[in-house]
């Protein structure tokens, strides 16, 4: 059990492990989406210059699995923590779906993106609400400015979004729970050594992530399985 005192701040991260029991693949395990996609092919800027019909056949492909999914009982659960917890919750994903919202999560930082969200890669017009898919070199849509269209994701190489409002809830957090990521992917990988000494830190998922000596508890189980019952308010 995660045990949540009154005075307590807590820091959830998740990862794609999360919306795996919805059906949306991961990135790294079996089955995984960087097995059969080149992420230098599909997910950088310089992926983005050389074949925008290929980024956005990969982008339109994901739209397509995401719009199918719906969420499970660990998005079910991190919603109903935000009822519990209010703004002692802060909610920050590395996931582009929508599946959070889908279960009422109404805080939701996604610092790589969004899936059912394009913007210009040239204006500075606010990404926009987009659910559509591209396929094809004819389809590759343009902003008014002239300007391609592309997908609202953080790519390789580009830096994660509101870092800033990231930080900032890191360092008041008192409990820190990162849920279905394989501590790769930097800067997510490093925010639990960040709080290490001064919030407890756990780890939920069916494998052991690679940054896995950095958390006081791993509980090894499928999050959809666990986080149903693994937070207990005092
Ligand atoms: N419940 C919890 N965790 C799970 C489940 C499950 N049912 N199924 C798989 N996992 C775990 C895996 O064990 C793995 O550790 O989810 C993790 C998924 O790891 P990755 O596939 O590496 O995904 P993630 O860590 O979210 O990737 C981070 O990399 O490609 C980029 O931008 C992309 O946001 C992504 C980032």
């Not at 409990?175 to 490093?190: D, H, L, Q």
């Not at 639990?192 to 508890?217: H, I, K, L």
């Amino acid at each position: 059990m995660i045990h949540i005192r009154p005075q307590d701040k807590v820091f959830v991260l998740t990862g794609s492990g999360v919306s795996a029991e919805s059906g949306i693949p991961t990135f790294r395990g079996v089955g995984g989406l960087w097995r059969n996609y080149r992420i230098e092919e599909v997910a950088s800027p310089d992926a983005w210059a050389q074949d925008p019909a290929l980024v956005w056949d990969f982008y339109s492909m994901r739209r397509s699995v995401a719009a199918r999914a719906k969420p499970n009982p660990a998005h079910l659960a991190l919603a109903d923590l935000e009822k519990r917890l209010a703004d002692r919750l802060f909610l920050c994903t590395q996931n582009v779906d929508n599946l959070h919202e889908q279960a009422g999560s109404r805080h939701v930082l996604h610092m790589h993106g969004e899936l059912f969200k394009s913007r210009c890669d040239t204006c500075r017009r606010s990404p926009f609400p987009d659910d559509s898919s591209y396929e094809g070199p004819a389809q590759i849509p343009r902003c008014q400015c002239g300007g391609k269209i592309r997908p609202h994701i953080c790519w390789f190489g580009e830096v994660p979004y509101e870092l800033d409002r990231i930080f900032a809830a890191l360092r008041h957090c008192t409990v820190f729970a990162a849920v279905g990521t394989s501590g790769v992917v930097e800067p997510a990988a490093s925010f639990v050594a960040q709080v290490r000494g001064r919030a407890r830190t756990y780890y939920v998922g069916p494998e052991e992530p690679v940054n896995a000596s950095d958390f006081d508890q791993c509980f090894q189980a499928k999050a959809g399985k666990i986080l149903p019952t693994l937070f207990a308010l005092a």
